[in-house]
């Protein structure tokens, strides 16, 4: 990333100035950029490392975007006035500034994936350095996983979405710039602005459309931070007095602030929610060098020199916190810091023998030899990305895998793992079924039995088509939930064969809340004439945050039939099985159960969510029916395997069911009180709040 390599002059704080580059050597060096740089850099790797103690620090790619339009407007305006731009010359410097610190990157990230890498993450892994490639690994992680979903967390390049953005930014925006310059350089900031406008709204569009993932790595949703630095560069505003800079400088540090403590990982994110740590890091730019105690704190030696190595910095750090989770999946304080440790070591050393060598033409003096290193290097990943996609390759790599498992994990660990990967590969093939936005038309034939889906942005009149399409004509009993409530889903068909179900769902997400299930009391008039509904059934992840969303779903719901019922609760562990498995000690085998005081996987209190999701039912007039004794018999201890066996475990993550699981769920259900009345020769029971 451009905001991340040092420039326009940082050499000077070196003391060794490159000689090649007419623009930095005009440009005066603020070090208070470097200190903002190191802000957002540090406020990354916290975020990446320990994401509670900075909810927002993911707001440092903002801060990174929008230093990288400042400085990249700042040196073409300047080369133009002096009439010394040339294209050869802006992309040499940043292929010298970019490429040559991520060679070592990919390459470390290369070998230790073909370690540790599982069979099943090995495309992926291949396709996101072909994609990184092409410059687009930001579109590829688009169509592959959300940034803030917890598999990001073993996806090693899912930090280079940033990179592909600035990367398609200077392919882009120089050519509109100097295209306005010949126009009029008096209406520049005008047309800059134009676009920045019309940016912004298409992020803020996606985000009240509620594609926040589009939103987040869409280029053109994402151009607007850039050219708010752009635009900062273009503007050249009067002299501004030391308490009005002051002003700006502390303006700034506390919109950045706020965001950083203030945003979390369910804030829509970006789009207007962004404008508050953009704004910020325009106002302390604008501040300038006369912002008094901003401008100090910012340019001391320790915030300089983090700044300094902010590039390699932030490239090392995501693989190496990756690769520590496949060996730990559930890291100490310790452990986690030594990684951090070691990332700062070899960013420095990126700096001392890579970065500042190349960028001052002490090493790979010449074009040829810079660009014959940037080709390479580009080269190298796609033919890696072609590899690792060859059967041949990939049992090698598999065996290499299994070498290092055996030297890290007892046999017992290792069948176990084995174990939880063919429940894992089962369930999403047979289990995880939904009609989405991407699924097609809707065939009977393919999507019979699959969950009436809002993901992938789906349409109301598709989830309509779905539900009417698999409803039967003599009654049917619709399930509304997440992930969990399709789990009960299934589970209910095994138990209550004679019925007929159907299912509403969207992914991570309570029914009623109006982001991800959008204009549900609508869909809920329009279903109640086309489909027969005798029964609503209601479950998903309970979260503390949760509770407030999925009432507003209850009198939609009971505006279709006066049955409906609410589920509560099952257990969200913190750490999925394989890796709490992995992070036992070495000769340690999981317990049969998991007591509320373990920290290790209980993040809440679930009997407290229980009596929670109780008092909802009574306050809104809907039956409970309580499923928490399946999970946890003894309220404050939660089972992890069926019949209390190894070989059978509950869970094939943190909180879904395994087809074993699934199918001990369904006998639970069968003898549920509350749902006796789903037995062919029993009639329907009347709801009312349940008071057990």
Known sequence: MEALAPAFGTQSAQGNKSASETASRSLAYRPEIDGLRAIAVISVLI?????DWLP???????????????????IILEESRRRSFSWTRFYERRARRLLPPLAPVIIATVAFCFLLLEKSQVPDFAASLKANAAFASNWFFLSKISYFDSPGAYTPLLHTWSLAVEEQFYFVFPIILLLALKISIRFLWRIILGLLVLSFSYATYLIWQNQADMAFYNAAARFWELLAGALLAVWKPGQR?????????????VAIGFAL????????????SAALPVGGTVLVILAGCSSGIVQRTLSGRPLVGIGLISYA???????????SRFINPNPGLAWILAVLLAAGLLAWASFVLIERPIRTKRMLQSRVSIWTLSVSLLIAMLAAGFLLQIPSVQQRQQAARASIERALYPIQKIKLLKRLQQDKNRYQATLNLNFSGNSGDYSPGTHAGWTCSYDKQNTIERILECLANQASKEGNILVMGDSIGRDTLHALRLAFPSQHFIMLHASSCPPGKPTCFRDFPELMRRLKPLVSIKAIFINFRYRPSDYTKVELSLEPAKGITPNVYLFGVSPVFLLPMPDFVKSLGLREMPPMTIHASDKRMTRWDYGKLLDEGHAIAQRNG???????????????????????QYGQPLFWDSQHLTPDGIRSFSEFLRQTPELQWLRQDRPLAATSPSTD
């Open 261 to 272: 403590f203030g945003y979390d990982h369910d804030t829509p994110f970006p789009g207007p």
């Open 313 to 323: 910095l932030y490239l090392w750090h995501w693989p190496l916190l990756v690769a």
């Open 622 to 644: 809907v039956a409970f029916v309580n499923i928490l004794p399946f999970f946890c018999p003894k309220r404050d201890s939660c089972r992890l395997w069926v019949d209390d």
């Open 47 to 51: 975020y990446h490392a320990f994401p």
């Open 241 to 253: 007095s030391s308490r009005k800079a002051l002003g700006m400088g502390v303006a700034g540090l």
């Open 56 to 74: 927002g620090g993911f707001i440092g790619v903002d801060i990174f975007f929008v230093i990288s339009g400042y400085l990249i407007t700042s």
